[in-house]
């Protein structure tokens, strides 16, 4: 539903916005995350959610947080990103990501609860 | 208004603040921007977004969005760059400054409606 | 108590997230704070506010810009950091980040001033 | 000649490999620089190098250079900018990256020269 | 023993160098690899090439490739960890890093080879 | 002279290299390290070595180094900049930056020892 509500157009957005969506749609859904031979969702996941988090992308990171729990990506293995992102990126990097995780954990949370 | 509310001083900010806005929009505004001789304003623009894009700054990325509309540089422009930004930058980065960019058209498209 | 409310067990939070705060903790004010031998306690909160506002990781520098000013560091000393910042990082991180301290200035004004 | 070294099978390099070469290509010289209907390949070209001097990634700014000098763009445009970058982005990315362009301009009228 | 070269103290370094060398291994060797209940020794690896890569630090990235490829991680995996980086964090980026990672393969042909 | 060497007109350099530079140079040594009344030159060389390190900005970092040791600044506070910078920008910035520490302490020793 979230992705479908950015695929939308928005107000005064041109024609090539389309163009923009769908081809970042397709240089991440399209060509690499259906490579599963070598490295499967599970390990892709958590690859999405380092990068965004050493990129410091708050936003992307949200969505691939949630991309990796709904692939089975466990809450701990996050954790343990985090912990190993503190020691390579610093705490700064990490602290900073580690809000939006603790945001999603709680959406997650409040979901599987009720 | 935005830059003059800007401009205006804080509570609780010391006196050389004022030194700090003076120096960065005398670099920014005062040396590089009139030099239009070789690259042009709307070039200049082109080239400001981008860089506020890469760099993750999306506050200042929304103050270039708004200098670029207001200089002739199109909203079509303005997404060619997001897409060439997400093939060397990444989806990441393209998306995280991308949002931004989507709320800039829907205020200049309320505005011009209106 | 904002620390506090930090290390308060997350809604959905694993059992390795105390395992993340205990060691940022550690690896920052355990490990790198203390030494006071060399660089003191307001030469290392001038640093680590400028490593926030160079990474740009707005919530972290918020947060160091508070541990500066209740070390001693004065408003006016940050601001010159900033305009350092300026030269070397740029007017977009130096805008950023210069927002937050004015936040942060603001902050503080209203408490003096109650 | 460069390019075709690059896509020449290393040592050791496993067969993905290629897949790699081939969709950073696909993603880059496919999908984006072709788009010249708005964003013509001069613009492009100083877009790119805006984008890798911003980042910091020295060697694919060098390949970007090289890129722009072979479509038209000027030395004197890189120059300016490298002037834009200095102010948003600090005079530590912008020296860091001039160095290479001094380097390319100076190749430039190595072989012009011959 | 590239590792003992560099616990060596360096000419001119001042005593607390070794403070630094051993906080920094303390914080990444001792803290956070050895926790391998959750995520793996091999997991823990393609997360630290995936950090070093986003980061853009060379060094440490050549250093973290040897130390994936040494504990089981294939040159396959490491490969599409660079697929999954170019999508998200961009060509320029993954391009920069994969040079490393071509001259790591080609040492270890090399020595395999041998 | 490294400096002058700097500012020697490159082969194939155009005319408003020169601009580049100055205004690279007037922005910094120009308009923000003459601030002494409230951080003296040594703060700021402190703070200009951080900026540097945590940009992973190398060949700058190892002008500002030298810079910092011409000013008083001594290796003792360099290296508590850097364990300071591991545990909040990382092990992998911090010791990517470290190894340029090393090499002007070694140059610093050389000069010192003969």
Chains 1, 2, 3, 4, 5, 6 share one sequence.
Do not use: C
């Amino acid at each position: 539903m979230r992705l479908e509500r950015f695929l939308v157009r928005g107000a005064g957005e041109p024609d090539n916005g389309a163009d923009f969506k769908r081809l970042a749609t397709v240089h991440t859904f399209g060509d690499s995350w259906p490579r599963t031979d070598v490295l499967d969702t599970r390990a892709r996941a958590l690859v999405s959610v380092t990068i965004a988090a050493a990129l410091g992308t708050l936003e992307p990171l949200r969505g691939q947080l949630r991309i990796a729990l709904n692939n089975g990506v466990t809450a701990e293995e996050i954790v343990e990103v985090f912990i190993h992102l503190e020691a390579y990126a610093g705490a700064a990097r990490a602290f900073d990501g580690y809000r939006i995780a603790l945001q999603v954990f709680a959406e997650r949370a409040q979901t599987d609860g009720g």
